[in-house]
């Protein structure tokens, strides 16, 4: 979604400012622009529709100045176009603002303004709070932000410039993220310290409801109420070259091919051969504590939502405790009853999806406990729950998750591992689990290495325009996630069923024009799950089966994926390997931009 970058120091703002919203293209975007305040308090601004290589090859080469703000927008109050593009500014021009968020009261901010004769250029919700600070009739820049937010109900990132006084940035968060980077004698700002990966490390998070004042040699943040809070900078671990293509055509297939080494390196230190259990100090929680959750709640949305599912029932095998997973979107407006003895569970690669984010904050309030599952170290839901699991599967960039989706599937076999022997797991089936968990990075390879294979079964599936895709109990999880991945970047229609729903309805659709992969591993529903397949043959239906070497499909004329078998309540994570390169060749044969899926955005940062 929207990004947010800013530069004050002594070096060119425009290059920084340009570098950084190029490093934020993959959270989605429409639209870009930059202001720069040169010497002379003007301040230069260029917006442009479409991509930020677009916007760069627009600014000026003589562009001037060491202040500025940048933007990417994902537009939400009016169409993606250049006057609605940030930065957006005070009718003097003097004001400029870049926003992350939805502003809700901007009709009547707007209606007002307008009453009062202010001229708006824009359809923008953000344009108001432009006016508004121009207008605040304060002494400094802080205080006229601080006023005109004072004005506002909604979700913000915000960072302000005024020509008038170019020697600050004023930054202000509120249910959106904002960190500062803390250079040499430069200063930064970014909604995602990815924006900032080749200038520093060193970051401080802002809280809801704090804002900042950064000059070129520091800053002071301060809440609404002006008073000072202390903050002390953290260091990320981010490199250039996590970010980098490293030689593939996209970064969803270096994401896919990086599972093996980064599965491997979440597990380190996590697995306990001694108790046949695992390690998991981040949940902060004594194992008596542990013990008394009678029920889990997974929230997370979209595909952490489906991962979620997966988790839940890894909960109820491992554990025998009743677990569901809910869309953290659905949930937190249906007024839950929370329960002193559930443990609530989050989910999120980004840690900045609103649905859930809010979704954790309604348990909290209501004395519920939550941890997440999330990826982002520092991120708003890392830092809201109670406690949890770091997933790290390191930088995900394409918006298509892969690997984070991987990472949560073996966070939840963590989770479920270590509630399960504080229930009633055996030692001996905790210690077949753990073997398990060592086994997958080498199987995950071994999926990987067979990938012409699946690329040539992806392939064949680009022509359709419409796909099912079927699971039972533990395969459903992966149908659906698999679904959700092919339509994301194939724009094809594709939807997921239990393959015991079939007869009740969507066989109606099966014919040769419609596809079917089938999830089939060797488990206790092979025999009905074949039976299924063969349906959808006998009406002319083409498949793709993804099942285990020794399964015999007999007459059935599909095309084969094999995996390595794991132990069965771990195979769903091998299962949903092949899916992902099902989706990406077929995505990559159809031509369409598989790093950037048109009107999605990585992190869904408003509601
Ligand atoms: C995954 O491919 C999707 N882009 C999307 O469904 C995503 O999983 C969802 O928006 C949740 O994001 P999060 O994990 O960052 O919370």
Not at 112 to 124: H, I, P, Q
Not at 183 to 206: I, K, N, P, Q
Not at 452 to 471: N, V
Not at 567 to 588: C, G, M, N, S
Request: charged letters at 25%.
């Amino acid at each position: 979604m929207c990004g947010i970058v800013g530069y004050i120091g002594a070096q060119q703002a425009a290059p920084i400012l340009l570098e950084g919203l190029a490093r934020l293209e993959y959270r989605g975007y429409d639209s870009a622009g930059i202001a720069v305040l040169g010497a002379r308090g003007a301040a230069k601004v260029v917006r442009r529709v479409g991509r930020v290589h677009a916007l760069a090859a627009a600014v000026p080469a003589k562009t001037s100045g060491r202040v500025g703000i940048g933007h990417t927008r994902w537009a939400t109050h009016g169409v993606p176009s250049e006057t609605n593009a940030h930065p957006h500014a005070s009718a003097d021009g003097r004001i400029q603002v870049v926003h992350n968020g939805i502003i809700d009261n901007a009709a009547a901010l707007r209606a007002r303004l307008t009453a009062e004769g202010v001229e708006l250029a824009s359809e923008t919700d953000t344009e108001a709070l432009a006016h508004l600070i121009a207008r605040a009739n304060e002494d400094t820049l802080e205080a006229a932000v601080v006023a005109a937010l004072a004005q506002v109900t909604g979700t913000y990132a915000i960072a302000v410039v005024d020509a008038a006084t170019p020697d600050r940035i004023v930054v202000a968060r509120n249910g959106s993220p904002l960190v500062i980077g803390v250079g040499e004698r430069e200063m930064f700002v970014a909604s995602d310290a990815a924006a900032l990966v080749r200038h520093t490390s060193s970051v401080v998070h802002l809280e809801d409801g704090e804002l900042a004042s950064v000059t070129a040699t520091g800053f002071r943040t301060f809440t609404r109420e002006h008073e000072d809070v202390a903050k002390t900078p953290t260091t990320v671990e981010l490199t250039v070259e996590e970010l980098e293509l490293a030689g593939h055509e996209h970064f969803m297939h270096k994401e896919i091919h990086e599972q093996p080494s980064s599965v491997e390196r979440m597990l380190g230190g996590r697995l306990d051969d001694r108790f046949g259990s695992a390690r998991l100090d981040g949940l902060r929680m004594e194992l008596r504590e542990l013990r008394g959750f009678r029920r889990v709640k997974v929230l997370g949305c979209g595909s952490a939502y489906y991962v979620g599912q997966l988790g839940a029932g890894l909960i109820e095998d491992l554990a025998r405790v009743p677990a569901d997973a809910e869309p953290a979107s659905e949930f937190r407006y249906r007024n839950p009853v929370i329960e002193p003895d559930t443990l609530y569970v989050a989910v999120s690669q980004s840690g900045e999806t609103a649905d859930t984010l809010f979704a954790v904050r309604e348990i909290q309030r209501k004395g519920g406990r939550v941890v997440g599952l999330v990826n982002v170290v520092g991120s708003s839901i890392a830092r809201q729950c109670d406690g949890g699991i770091y997933l790290h599967a390191g930088p995900e960039v394409s918006v298509a998750s892969t690997k984070a989706l991987t990472h949560m599937s073996v966070g939840f076999a963590l989770l479920a591992l270590a509630l399960g022997r504080v229930h009633d797991l055996s030692h001996a089936d905790g210690a077949r689990i753990l073997a398990g968990l060592q086994a997958l990075p080498g199987q995950i390879a071994e999926i990987l290495a067979d990938e012409e294979t699946i690329a040539e079964a992806g392939r064949r599936l680009a022509d359709a325009r419409s796909l099912f895709f079927i699971g039972r109990v533990r395969g459903f999880p992966v149908a659906r996630e698999a679904a959700q991945k092919f339509k994301e970047i194939t724009y094809r229609h594709a939807e997921a069923y239990p393959s015991s729903e079939l007869k009740h309805g969507p066989l109606a659709l099966i014919d040769a024009d419609l596809p079917t992969v089938a999830i089939i591993p060797d488990d206790g529903l092979v025999g009905r799950n074949l039976a299924a397949a063969h349906e959808i043959r006998a009406r002319g239906g083409r498949l793709t089966v993804i099942t285990h070497p020794g399964v015999d499909l007999g007459d059935l004329e599909a095309d084969r994926i094999d995996i390595p078998r794991n132990e069965p309540e771990l195979d769903p994570i091998l299962l949903t390997i092949p899916t992902q390169l099902l989706a990406y060749h077929a995505a990559r044969a159809l031509g369409e931009d598989i790093d950037r899926p048109r009107n999605l955005a990585k992190s869904v940062t408003v509601e």
